[in-house]
């Protein structure tokens, strides 16, 4: 497998301070590309919710595993 040519870019600005034309900027930027840098900037994304969602999930799962053969 050979790496893509293409090179993402990134926007590392403060939310808060984003005006309504970088967001436009961001969205043209975003909306130019093609199908596989969409498909490869979603997998990227849904990574990144794992990483930071999935540790609290399994404390939960196991909190409550504890919880239900504690009150049996």
Known sequence: MSKPTESLTE?????????ESDQDAIYQAYVTQSPEVHR???????????????P??????????????NLS
């Open 11 to 19: 926007y590392r600005t403060n939310p808060r301070k984003i005006q």
């Open 40 to 54: 490869k900037m979603t997998r990227q994304l849904l990574r990144k919710m794992d990483v930071y969602l999935l």
């Open 56 to 69: 609290f999930v399994v404390v939960m799962y196991l909190l409550n595993f504890l919880d239900r053969k």
